[in-house]
């Protein structure tokens, strides 16, 4: 018995120590609060705030060590992510960007996180607060509209792509993944319609990924399975016809369990500023953006959606061009000839090979803010010169390429 009674007052004392212990939570001043609509903002202070804001409220339990070192832990990292605070000092892009990321965690019931609503229960959202912030985001400018200033940096743009020789070899990422070379042969697994951000995105698939889609081992994805998306602006005409226009940046998953075990069992690179391939980000830690990202994807190895179906084998067959146009996406690939004309600028040989591939959109189920393929409408393939080449085919050869890294 005085044992126990010891063990108590030294457990009381420890733990009346621990509270001395206490990480400084402070709210600096407010520089520039988000000035969106009133109902907006209600929701995102009662489930953000506490973490992404100088505005940070703490309960009573939330001040009582150790939950108090959770709760600083969470408000460092959350600023760090997003800050309210800060807002304006954002450009528009971004802030846009910001609110389509917390609309898609939100959906996915990533943020706020479990652990903090269970105890806050103000911060849950319902599905009514999902439909006052899908209905506000829908209200922002969109970028997929003609723009003179985006098809003139993209004509800029093309013009110099193909005066240019091949490019160097562009540095590494920070945090070590050396730029993927021969990524231009992988095939297309899908394409995506970013018309939150105004991109058009392709992604290729390494052969050992293709392999695994096609015989439906995707969740997991096998260690090697290796991913490309290229995004390039979406350069609008006055008819509703969208093509690539400016190539934005390039980005890779590459699967390796042991390997990238921190960060979801993916190595995540970047490169951006268009042809120039910087890699992205300001230290080796850039991989949490990604993470947070694809967080809402836990279920499904944190990739998004995928395609109903592949299309038939396009193997050793090279983007060409991508566009949407009236709820239809269509991809132009080609063979080594066809895609080393589409370069140059040259006329396309006798007996090269193109294929176009053309598929119905809908709704990213996963995504608020794009369009995805839904069923493939038609595929069509295209040997030059030769005797079945018709009014389609001729549109076909007609298509402006698409720059490439």
């Known amino acids: 018995m005085v044992t126990l009674k010891r063990l108590f007052v030294a457990a009381c004392i420890i733990v009346l120590a621990a509270q001395l ?15 969106g609509p009133a109902d907006v903002k209600a929701i995102l202070q009662r489930a953000c705030y506490n973490c992404h804001s100088n505005q940070t409220e703490l309960a009573w339990f939330d001040k009582i060590v150790p939950a108090y070192w959770i709760v600083a832990g969470h408000v460092e990292d959350g600023r760090a992510v997003l800050n309210f605070s800060d807002w304006d000092s954002l450009p528009a892009a971004v802030r846009k960007g910001k609110l389509f990321e917390c609309l898609n965690q939100m959906t ?7 652990s903090y609503t269970a105890v806050h229960h103000e911060g849950r959202i319902s599905g009514e607060d999902l439909a006052t912030l899908r209905a506000y985001l829908l209200t922002l400018p969109a970028p997929n509209l003609a723009d003179t200033a985006r098809s003139g940096a993209a004509m800029r743009q093309f013009a110099a792509w193909r005066l240019s020789p091949s490019a160097a070899t562009p540095p590494i990422s920070l945090n070590g993944i050396a730029f993927p070379t021969g990524f231009e042969d992988w ?5 995506s319609e970013r018309w939150d951000n105004g991109t058009l995105r392709v992604i290729l698939a390494n052969p050992t990924a293709m392999r695994a889609f096609r015989n439906g081992h995707t969740n997991p994805w096998p260690d090697s399975s290796t991913f490309a998306k290229i995004a390039w602006d979406a350069s609008a005409d006055t008819a509703g016809h969208i093509e690539a226009g400016e190539f934005k940046q390039v980005e890779f998953m590459i699967k390796d369990r042991v390997k990238y075990k921190s960060t ?5 690179a970047r490169w951006v500023k268009g042809l120039a391939l910087q890699p992205y980000g300001k230290t080796a830690a850039f991989t949490s953006e990604c993470l947070n990202c694809h967080a809402p994807m836990k279920d499904r190895d944190l990739f998004f959606s995928l395609p109903p179906a592949p299309v038939a084998p396009t193997d050793g067959y090279r983007v060409i061009a991508t566009s949407v146009s009236h709820g ?16 140059s600028g040259r006329p396309y040989p006798d007996g090269s090979n193109l294929f176009l591939v053309t598929w119905t959109q ?5 995504w608020f803010g794009a369009n995805i393929p839904a069923d493939t409408l038609r595929t069509v393939r295209v040997t030059v010169g030769s005797s079945a080449m018709n009014a389609l085919t001729d549109s076909i050869l007609t298509m402006r390429p698409s720059v490439l890294p």
């Open 21 to 35: 212990v206490r990480p400084t939570i402070d709210n600096p001043p407010v520089k520039a609060d988000f000035s």
């Open 362 to 366: 809908k709704e990213d189920p996963h």
């Open 264 to 268: 979801g069992g993916w190595g995540w």
């Open 328 to 343: 239809l996406t269509s991809t132009l690939m080609g063979d080594a000839p066809a895609a080393t004309a589409a370069r």
């Open 187 to 191: 095939e297309v697994l899908a394409t």
């Open 108 to 114: 996915f019931n990533t943020m706020p996180l479990g």
